[in-house]
C-alpha cells in the first residue's frame, strides 16, 4: 500500500515542484515551525518561538559568547532522529541546548557559534521527495530571515566551511549529547581533539539556562499549571477508573487539551506496591481499594517543563498506616520548601529531609538501624533543577548557592518494598509529594502550589463531588463497556 503511494506522490511531485515557482510572486520560505504569520494563536510578532522573542535569542547568544574563551567556536548539532522502526521515527524532541541557542525546532542543522562569525547556521537541504513525505523544512534562507542567523550555509558546504573555521580557532566547545560524524569526523576536528582543543560546551551553556529570563518563567509557570490542572482532574477521575493506565491516558490528554505539545517524561502511576518502584513505568495494572496511587507526570510547554507528583487514595480514604507516613512526607516536603531561597543549595535542604526523614521514620518504628536501611526507603535527592530539561543543568553542581530564577523541585518520598522487614502494615506503601520551587528575590514561590495536597482536602475533593458531572468521556466509556 505505502509503496504505490510512492510511486504515484513521485510521479505528481516534478509538476507539482514546477507549479510552485510559477505562482509565487514574492519571496517565501518554508520555516518548517510555527511563526508569528503562521500561527498566531501561537506567537506574537517578534516572537521565534512561542512566548520568546528574536531579542531574547540574540542576547542568549551573546551571553554564550562572553562566557566563551577568546578565538574559541561552539558547535552544537540539532538532536537526531530516533527511529522505531525502518520507517517510522519516534516522536523528535529537540535538543534543549540547540533549541536555547537557535530557536529552530528541526532536526538536521548544525550551529556554529563564533565571536568572528557570530551564528552560523548549516541547515538541511530537502529534497522534492522529502518534501512531499515529510512537508516543508527550514533551510538557508529560514536561517538567515527567521532565526536570524549572521551566516548560513547547506549542509553540504559543512565539510570546507566548518574545517576552516576549526583550523581558526584555539578552542573548540560542542554539544557532546548530539555530536554527529558528519562534524566529528572532519580531519580538523580531530586534529583538535587530538591536541586537547575539544570540550564539552554544557559547563557553559548550563550555566546561562539554570536562571531563566522573566519570559522563560512565564512559560514555566503556564507548563506547571497545565500539570496542576490536568493532575487534578485526574485524581477526581481516578475514583471510577482506578486503573493506572487510564490515569496515564487522562493526565496526558488533559495536558495537551491545554496546549502541551508532550509530556515530559513517560507518567509515572504506581497502585500500591507499585508506588514504591521510583520510575515504575508499566502503568498496567489496577489499582486496589484500599491502595494509594502515586502519580508523577509532567508536560513540555513550547520547551519548557513541568514535574510535580501526587499520592492519593482513589477510594477516597487514607488508612490510618498511610496517613501516617504521608503526614511526614507532606510535612518533610512543607519544610524543605520553606528552606528555598537565594543562597542556600540542593544539597543543604537534600541533608535535611534525611535527617527529618530518618527521624520519622524512627518515631514510627520503621526504621530500627537508621544508617543500614534509610537508603533502602529512599535512594532519592531532594530535588533538581528543572527547565528545558527535567534534569536541567546537570552540569552545575547541586552544591551552588541557589539563585533567584533558578526552578528546583522539592520531593521527599518514602518507598517500602512488598517484603520490607518491619510492621506490616507499612509494606508496599509508596509515597512521593513533589512541588516545583522558583527561587526569588525574597524566598521562593511554588510553582504547583494550585495542586492540593493536605490530607483533608484530597478526601474533600474525592468525596464531595458529584460523579459523572463535568468529566467529559464518563459517560461514554461507561455505556461503551457495559
Ligand atoms: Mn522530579
Known amino acids: 500500500m505505502q509503496i504505490l503511494v510512492r510511486k504515484l506522490l513521485q510521479r505528481i511531485q ?3 515542484a514546477i507549479g510552485r515557482c510559477a505562482y509565487s510572486t514574492k ?5 518548517g515551525q510555527p ?3 503562521s500561527h498566531p494563536q501561537l506567537l506574537k510578532e517578534g516572537e521565534i518561538t512561542p512566548g520568546i522573542t528574536c531579542d531574547e535569542y540574540i542576547s542568549r547568544r551573546k551571553r554564550l559568547l562572553e562566557l566563551l574563551p577568546e578565538k574559541s567556536l561552539a558547535v552544537i548539532a540539532a538532536a537526531p532522529v530516533k527511529m522505531m522502526t525502518d520507517v517510522v521515527p519516534y516522536p523528535f524532541r529537540q535538543d534543549a541546548d540547540y533549541l536555547y541557542i537557535t530557536g529552530c525546532q528541526q532536526p538536521g542543522g548544525v550551529a556554529v557559534l563564533g565571536h568572528e562569525c557570530g551564528l552560523c547556521m548549516f541547515m538541511p537541504e530537502a529534497s522534492p521527495h522529502d518534501v512531499i513525505w515529510q512537508g516543508q523544512i527550514a533551510g538557508v534562507d529560514a536561517a538567515l530571515d527567521a532565526f536570524k542567523a549572521e551566516k548560513a550555509f ?6 570546507t566551511i566548518l574545517s576552516d573555521m576549526i583550523r581558526g580557532s584555539s578552542k573548540l566547545f560542542h554539544n557532546v549529547k548530539t555530536a554527529i560524524p558528519t562534524y566529528t569526523d572532519l580531519e580538523a576536528f580531530q586534529k583538535s581533539a587530538y591536541n586537547g582543543k575539544v570540550k564539552d560546551l554544557s559547563i557553559y551553556s548550563h550555566e546561562l539556562r539554570w536562571t531563566k529570563s522573566p519570559a522563560e518563567l512565564k512559560l514555566m509557570r503556564e507548563s506547571a499549571s497545565i500539570a496542576c490542572q490536568a493532575l487534578l482532574q485526574t485524581m477526581l477521575h481516578s475514583k471510577i477508573f482506578p486503573y493506572e493506565g487510564m490515569l496515564s491516558a487522562k493526565v496526558e490528554y488533559e495536558c495537551k487539551m491545554r496546549g502541551a505539545q508532550r509530556m515530559a517524561f513517560n507518567p509515572v502511576v504506581g497502585g500500591g506496591p507499585n508506588g514504591s518502584v521510583i520510575h515504575y513505568s ?8 484500599g491502595n494509594l496511587v502515586l502519580m508523577d507526570v509532567g508536560c513540555e510547554l513550547h520547551g519548557y517543563l513541568s514535574d510535580l507528583t501526587r499520592t492519593w487514595p482513589p477510594c477516597g480514604g487514607f488508612s490510618s498506616a498511610q496517613e501516617e507516613l504521608y503526614n511526614l512526607i507532606l510535612e518533610t516536603n512543607k519544610e524543605c520548601v520553606k528552606l ?5 543549595s540542593i544539597r543543604k535542604i537534600h541533608n535535611y529531609s534525611v535527617e527529618m526523614l530518618q ?3 524512627k518515631e514510627i518504628g520503621i526504621l530500627k538501624d537508621v544508617r543500614s536501611s534509610y537508603h533502602q526507603l529512599n535512594p532519592t535527592s531532594i530535588g533538581h533543577y528543572l527547565g528545558m530539561d527535567v534534569h536541567d543543568c546537570s552540569m552545575v553542581s547541586i552544591d551552588r548557592p541557589l539563585m533567584p530564577g533558578v526552578v528546583i523541585t522539592i520531593e521527599p518520598g518514602v518507598y517500602i518494598p512488598p517484603l520490607f522487614d518491619g510492621p506490616e502494615r507499612y509494606q508496599g506503601i509508596g509515597i512521593r509529594i513533589e512541588d516545583e520551587v522558583l527561587i526569588t528575590e525574597t524566598g521562593y514561590e511554588v510553582l504547583t502550589g494550585s495542586m492540593p495536597k493536605e490530607v483533608k482536602h484530597i478526601e474533600s475533593l474525592l468525596n464531595n463531588f458529584c460523579n459523572g458531572i463535568g468529566m467529559e468521556g464518563h459517560n461514554i466509556m461507561t455505556a461503551g463497556s457495559s
Open 35 to 37: 511563526t508569528p504569520a
Open 14 to 16: 516534478f509538476n507539482h
Open 340 to 344: 528555598c531561597r537565594p543562597g542556600t
Open 359 to 361: 527521624r520519622g521514620l
Open 282 to 289: 508499566r502503568n498496567d495494572q489496577k489499582i486496589k481499594d
Open 27 to 31: 519571496k517565501v520560505f518554508a520555516v
Open 154 to 159: 547547506p549542509m553540504s558546504k559543512l565539510h
